[in-house]
Each structure stands twice: as structure tokens, then as C-alpha cells.
């Protein structure tokens, strides 16, 4: 009993200090950018030493990707919870949309996710992150349509990078002072862009 105590306190332990080690980072990360943080600075910060650091992480790429990757799945959480199974399939895109956008209002994280991440991390690895994430929510969505039928059926791919991308881009405007109220109705109309043509009913011949 005594041995099973001491390692879930030991893991606690490190559980916390992992905890510790992304919070701090992630403050100095959007405060000065990941170029300007020093590792000196992140183990000050988080109040531990700079063994725990690189018992945790192999250097500061490695943890600057943990805080990524944390970041990524709080924005994806944020959609989740606004695009419930019971909503619609259209519905829970707009909901998921709207979503989006409000969460990457929280500070610094455009500039983690959309500016540092593919500078630091590379095109590749940001892109599979958020294939786990945001991107994932969204091509759960986009397919969920499709199979409704209220949506034009696409390669779900291709869609999702390209409505990714809009998205993406929608936030880093906003973040420099865009209007969200324009950029978001711009996001809505592609959306509703892709519902499908209905054909239109023949028009009767008049009779004279």
C-alpha cells in the first residue's frame, strides 16, 4: 500500500513539474516569442531546475511543441464542446466556426499556432498536430455534412486544408485588428457555398 501511495505521489510529482515546466514556457513563449526565451528564463519561471527540464523535455524545441500541441487541444476542446451530436450537421458547423474563432482570441495564441509553430516546429509536424486537433474537428464536421447530404460531397482532405487555411487566415486578421463581423460572414457564405445545387422544379407552361 505504502509502495502503490509512493508512486502515485512520485508521479503527481512529475505530472506537476511537466505542468509547471508548459505553463511557464508558454507565458515567455507568447510574452517574447520562442527566438527571445531563453531555457535559463523557463526553469526560473516554472521554480524547478534545469535537470527537470531536460528530464522532461530533450531541449526547448521539444517542450515549445508540448506547448503547441497543449494549445491545440484546448482550441479543438473549445469546438467539441459548441458542436454537440445532437446539433445538426450545418448547424454544428457553424457552431464549430464560431468556436474557432473565439478560442484563438485568447492571447498569444495566433502567434504560437499560426506564426511560431510552423517556424519553429516545420509545415509538416504543425500539420499533424492539427490533423489531431482543430483540423480533425473540422473534417469530422465537414463529412457529417456531406452524409446528411447538406453539403456538396468533396475529397474530405482537400477540403479540410483549404477551409483550414481560411480559418487560420480569418484569425490572424482579426488578431491585427480585422473585423471579425466581416471575416466571420465571409466563413458562413463559404460554407453555405458548399451546400448542394438543388435542381429547380419545372416551371408549368401557362395555357392560353
Partial sequence: MQQESARRSNRDRTQATRADLIAA???????????????????????????ALYHHFADKQALFAAVVEQEAQAVA???????????????????GSDAYLAAMRAPG??????????????????DAIDNRHGNRSLR???????????????????LTALLAAA??????????????????????????????????APVPARTR
Avoid: H, N
Wanted: proline share 6%.
Fill in 77 to 95: 476542446d473549445e469546438i467539441d464542446r459548441a458542436s454537440p451530436p445532437a446539433l445538426d450537421a450545418r448547424d454544428a458547423l457553424i457552431a
Fill in 140 to 158: 469530422e464536421g465537414l463529412v457529417a455534412a456531406m452524409r446528411a447530404q447538406t453539403m456538396t460531397r468533396l475529397p474530405a482532405e482537400a
Fill in 109 to 126: 495564441r495566433t502567434r504560437l499556432l499560426l506564426l511560431d509553430g510552423p517556424a519553429v516546429l516545420g509545415r509538416a509536424v504543425m
Fill in 25 to 51: 514556457a508558454r507565458k515567455l513563449f507568447t510574452e517574447k516569442s520562442y527566438a527571445e526565451t531563453g531555457t535559463p528564463e523557463i526553469v526560473t519561471a516554472a521554480g524547478v531546475t534545469r535537470g
Fill in 167 to 200: 480559418f487560420d487566415r480569418a484569425a490572424l486578421a482579426i488578431e491585427a485588428g480585422g473585423s471579425s463581423e466581416d471575416y466571420r460572414a465571409v466563413l458562413m457564405a463559404l460554407i453555405d457555398g458548399l451546400a448542394p445545387v438543388r435542381p429547380q
